[in-house]
């Protein structure tokens, strides 16, 4: 049974979130949190979308997140949302240091529509930039360099493919590497990946898409103990939610199944948990919902637009 109880991780929680100033260590900073198609999603009649189409809610961007060395003037970018527009110009602004527009690199989980996206608006009817480093797995770098038109980001130099090999790591200042890894996903047009992002102090798990925990090659509590936070797959909080949809279609793990697995797991553990990815439909969106409310009381958190965790 999940417990009910307070948890000192709604104090980290209100810590992270209170942040008002940068220091020189690198940090993470969330861009955005929802699901591929965003809220509210298109032909949605729900009460969950219909007040958002009259009042839009800014926070409510497709999942992403920046990364940040002020040592170096740098950031970068896991994901190109359909939001890319606005999260680059998000980036810049809490990065605290004269940069450029666009980032310093681009990663891509994989090919579903909120993760690559994005892309389009580096091409020539938009910004037209020169060779922004694009890091993908190389079935991804296959499908951009066979289909249009993100063959034409490539072949116009808007953007430069760098191609990442599972488990390997790579550099991007003296303080910061990632470490993409691969995860079962719907791979229809390629392989998916999470990534491990590790500073001088901290680390990073980022998972915003997987079917199930059990698919995974790698025990989720264990890689837990090896990082400070984890922002995992909570697309839908439970089975109920979306019952006009096959589920053996989208199948995610549901946020109800991860609490459960790590019900007996210390509160030390289920501290570093933050769901992300939540479709339009998911009641965490809505932090009055008495799901949020269990959520936080058994121990675990709800990743938040510009949350901030430094490395």
């Known amino acids: 049974m999940i417990r009910t109880k307070f948890s000192y991780s709604l104090l980290f929680f209100l810590f992270v979130n209170s942040t008002t100033y940068f220091s020189q260590s690198p940090f993470i900073v969330v861009l955005g949190t929802t699901q591929d198609a965003g809220s509210p999603q298109i032909g949605c009649t ?42 680059s110009k998000t980036l810049k602004e809490i990065s605290g240091f004269r940069h450029d527009e666009l980032p310093d690199g681009i990663f891509i989980t994989h090919a579903h529509i909120g993760h690559y996206t994005g892309l389009m608006y580096l091409g020539r009817e938009s910004v037209s930039s020169k060779k922004i480093p694009v890091y993908t797995m190389s079935r991804m ?11 034409q980001l490539i072949n116009l130099n808007n953007i430069s493919i760098i ?42 798990l980022f998972i915003p898409d997987i079917d199930k925990w059990g698919k995974w090659n790698k025990d989720l509590a264990y890689e837990l103990k090896t990082v400070d936070a984890a922002f995992i797959d909570g697309t839908f909080y439970d089975s109920e939610e979306i019952n006009h949809r096959n589920m053996a279609e989208i199948p995610h793990p549901f946020v109800v199944e991860t609490m459960q697995l790590f019900d007996t ?6 501290s570093k ?27 675990f958190s709800v990743s938040t637009f510009k949350q901030i965790v430094n490395l």
């Open 265 to 270: 797991e210390d509160e030390k553990i289920k």
């Open 46 to 87: 729900k009460k969950c979308c219909s007040n958002l189409f009259k009042n839009p809610d800014p926070s409510r961007n497709v999942v992403s997140l920046g990364i940040v060395d002020s040592k170096v003037n740098k950031f970068w970018m896991i994901e190109s949302t359909p939001d890319f527009i606005t999260q």
């Open 163 to 204: 191609n990442m090999d599972p488990d390997q790591s790579i550099q991007l200042s003296n303080d910061i590497q990632i470490i993409p890894f691969l995860v079962p996903h719907r791979d229809e047009f390629s392989e998916t990946v999470g990534f491990k992002i590790m500073g001088p102090n901290k680390s990073i």
């Open 141 to 151: 770098k296959g499908f951009l360099m066979q289909n249009g038109p993100w063959n």
């Open 273 to 299: 948990l933050y769901f992300t990815h939540l479709n339009h439909t998911n009641p965490l969106l809505d932090t009055t919902s008495k799901q949020y409310r269990e959520v936080i009381l058994n121990g």
